[in-house]
């Protein structure tokens, strides 16, 4: 049998693939945010940074909380306005063994699953914390009552900011698709994984710029 031609493994575990997004989407801000390493069952010598720092850009609209990296891509995921609870998702996919029916090489292909988990709150002008809620929505009022009593007929809605800082954490997944053969991609050689599927676990934390 021939010798599978691999092709260079990519491991960027930071970067989200462009994804479109709704418009109007209001903004919550631009985070600093710092990843650590916590968790590697893919190995360690694969080249996985130990950490990173980045800037984003945090919106919500329509109901979707938007993650926009500066200079970069953006991708579009869920929110829950009681909890202030964020999530999103990406998938990828990469070939890297090139299949060659000729020779009996099946080829592989490793699917990259992408979950960032956190949680940011917005600051009440009383300086306590609230939960996420949608730009522009009706619930902006929820939970104040009659605070617009005194303010001589004037529906002004309380001004809320987001909070300094969110914490999370960003999980990626390797998985080889079982329509190939990936067993020439694990053992203990630079560049190949421990084991398949296997998981990268860094914990997130953003500050607001």
Known sequence: ???????????????????????????????????????NTCG?????????????????GGGLFRWTLTGGSEVDGTYDPNTGAF??????????VTPDPG?????CVIDQTQVLLGIVGMST??????????AGGSALDAGFGDQDAGLQGMDAAPVFTPRAVFTGTDQIIY????????????GGSPNEYATLPCTVTYTLSGVLQ
């Not at 999530?87 to 890297?96: I, L």
């Not at 020779?103 to 080829?107: L, S, T």
């Open 87 to 96: 999530r999103v998702e990406q998938d990828s996919s990469t070939q890297v």
């Open 1 to 39: 049998m021939a010798t599978p031609r691999r092709r260079g493994l990519t491991f960027v575990p930071l970067a989200f693939l462009a994804a479109c997004g709704p418009p109007d989407a209001g903004s919550l801000g631009t985070f600093t945010v710092t990843e650590t390493l916590v968790a």
């Open 44 to 60: 360690p010598q694969l080249p996985f940074m130990s950490a990173a720092a980045y800037t984003v850009q945090v919106s919500l």
């Open 175 to 186: 998985a080889g698709e079982t329509t190939g053969d990936c067993t020439s991609v694990v």
């Open 125 to 134: 002008p009383d300086g306590g914390i609230q939960p996420i809620v949608d």
């Open 103 to 107: 020779h009996q090489i099946a080829g």
